[in-house]
């Protein structure tokens, strides 16, 4: 069974630009949540889709915002980049076929973003 | 707010030696505690989880962890070591059924396996 696959895997933009992060998730699963890993602040969750819906979102500004297609993919969106924005976003997908499973979350490879 | 604690930023230990990874909780009600390790520029590796149940968990690559509710910490085990075991280990907790797909990470600890 193919893994999570995340494109592109490294992206450089400028200040102030918008970007579009892509993440295919294992076949059949249904809930996709992303994450951003900086050093000075750890993972941090930005936000889960299940079956096209936002079902949870963490702390992050309004200028972080995703989606999800039928068929699972997700994308994750960010306006008006900032230098602070540079950081490996990963992708995760899991069956959590319910909202009380706790099923683990397989993670892609990341998309490495540096903002100039 | 629910958290996770890794006191340690780094362990080192020698190869063949048995390995310590620290990590301790912070949540009402009952948490669901996971383990992942990243290697450098990869994604990471989901390791085992605890979710009920018996407090000895067992998990990939012989690695094992251990609830311990009154401590509130789950740590992280194994007999012995390898080189290859050095990566960066994540504690996580998903704290109540309305949180799933949320994972609230710990800052992570650099193991060192030296020959």
Same mark, same amino acid.
């Given at each position: 069974?193919?893994?999570?696959? #995340?494109?592109?895997? &490294?992206? +450089?933009?400028?200040?102030? %630009? #918008? ?6 998730? +294992? ?7 992303? &994450? %951003? #890993?900086?050093?000075? %602040?750890?993972? %941090?969750?930005?936000?889960? &889709? ?17 989606? #999800? ?48 | ?70 401590? /509130? ?6 007999? $012995?070591?390898?080189? $290859? ?23 992570? /600890? ?6």
């Amino acid at each position: 069974k193919a893994g999570v696959t #995340q494109t592109p895997r &490294y992206l +450089i933009k400028t200040r102030g %630009q #918008q970007v579009t992060l892509s993440c295919s998730p +294992i076949s059949g699963h249904r809930s996709v949540s992303w &994450y %951003q #890993q900086t050093p000075g %602040q750890g993972l %941090q969750f930005l936000f889960e &889709y299940f079956s096209e819906t936002q079902r949870n979102k963490g702390n992050f500004p309004g200028r972080f915002s995703g989606r #999800q297609f039928s068929n699972s993919r997700s994308e994750m969106n960010v306006s008006t980049l900032e230098l602070g924005d540079s950081a490996l976003y990963l992708c995760a997908s899991s069956l959590a076929s319910w909202a009380g499973g706790m099923d683990e979350q397989f993670f892609g490879p990341g998309t490495r973003l540096t903002v100039l | 707010a629910q958290s996770v604690a890794q006191p340690e930023d780094q362990v080192n230990v020698a190869e063949g030696n048995p390995l310590t990874v620290k990590c301790t909780y912070s949540v009402s009600g009952n948490p669901y505690l996971f383990w992942y390790v990243q290697y450098p520029n990869r994604g990471l590796q989901f390791l085992l989880k605890y979710i009920t149940g018996d407090n000895l968990v067992k998990g990939s690559y012989g690695f094992e962890a251990e609830f311990n509710k009154s401590q /509130t910490s789950f740590h992280l085990k194994k007999p $012995s070591a390898l080189v $290859s075991d050095s990566a960066l280990y994540f504690c996580a907790v998903i704290h109540g059924s309305g949180n799933t797909g949320k994972l609230i990470f710990g800052q992570g /600890t650099t193991l060192q396996v030296k020959p």
